[in-house]
């Protein structure tokens, strides 16, 4: 008997050593997978452009070739209390919109402009109406300014004219801010945030690149863009009275 119970003691024992090794290996394996999910989930390091050297007339110039932009848009739109999200997409000229509203994958709304004349299914108020198509036309194509001055200040640029201002990073010749004077007295905002890439396969990947590709022409030259990576900020944030559209570009490419 006491040989018997000995036995199961040992057995026991074993068993517990047994089940305490597998209990160390689950835990390793949980505290390897969570490190994972960890790393996988931090935000990734985006190494931005530097095009400190490139005027920004030089820039701008080129940019003015882009003759039309089409972008699918994760929007959410607030006033005051309330909210709503949807997708968008969208397509872009210096003379014409076309917007799409989806949510949950059904189109809800559909919005066309061009050269002023305005068609929406359904109808929009004057605000959204205003922050859809000028906001939108202006923060995306901010380029297209007249008869504006340049300021060079320590890590901006500040374009400026009559009724519109624009903060330009100089390292990466992206916009920051831009500021537009309504008739009515009236500022609309828009707001520039997150750098990225365009994903197209191009056979130089930036200015930067180029510029030394063609280290034979004088910098004040404009440096072709039609085999380059655009860069472009993929979050916006446009503001207008009571009313904020927020703006995550999921998709971005042009046409020159």
């Not at 050593?17 to 390793?28: A, C, I, P, S």
């Not at 500040?158 to 903060?167: F, G, V």
């Amino acid at each position: 008997m006491w040989k018997m119970l000995s036995r199961i003691s040992e057995y026991k024992g074993q068993g517990s050593r047994v089940k305490g090794k597998n209990l160390l290996v689950t835990r390793y394996s949980l505290l390897v997978t969570f490190l994972l999910f960890t790393v996988s989930c931090a935000p990734k390091h985006v190494e931005l452009p530097s095009y400190e050297e490139i005027p920004i007339e030089n820039a701008i110039s080129e940019l003015k070739n882009i003759q039309s932009i089409e972008a699918v848009l994760s929007v959410e739109y607030e006033k005051d209390d309330s909210a709503m999200s949807g997708d968008v997409s969208l397509n872009l000229s210096e003379d014409g919109l076309n917007l799409r509203l989806y949510y949950l994958g059904f189109l809800v709304g559909e919005i066309k402009e061009e050269n002023g004349i305005v068609k929406s299914v359904p109808k929009i108020d004057k605000n959204k109406s205003m922050m859809l198509i000028d906001g939108l036309k202006n923060s995306f194509f901010w380029w297209n300014m007249e008869d504006y001055t340049v300021q060079e200040k320590e890590d901006i640029y500040e374009l400026k004219n009559s009724y519109r201002k624009i903060l330009v990073n100089k390292k990466t010749l992206l916009p920051l801010h831009q500021t537009i004077e309504l008739n009515d007295g009236e500022e609309l905002n828009i707001f520039y945030d997150a750098p990225a890439k365009t994903a197209e396969d191009k056979k130089i990947s930036s200015w930067e690149d180029e510029k030394k590709e063609n280290e034979n022409l004088s910098i004040s030259q404009p440096l072709n863009l039609s085999t380059s990576a655009l860069w472009y900020n993929s979050r916006l944030k446009i503001e207008f009275k009571n009313h904020v559209i927020k703006i995550k570009v999921t998709s971005y490419s042009v046409e020159r």
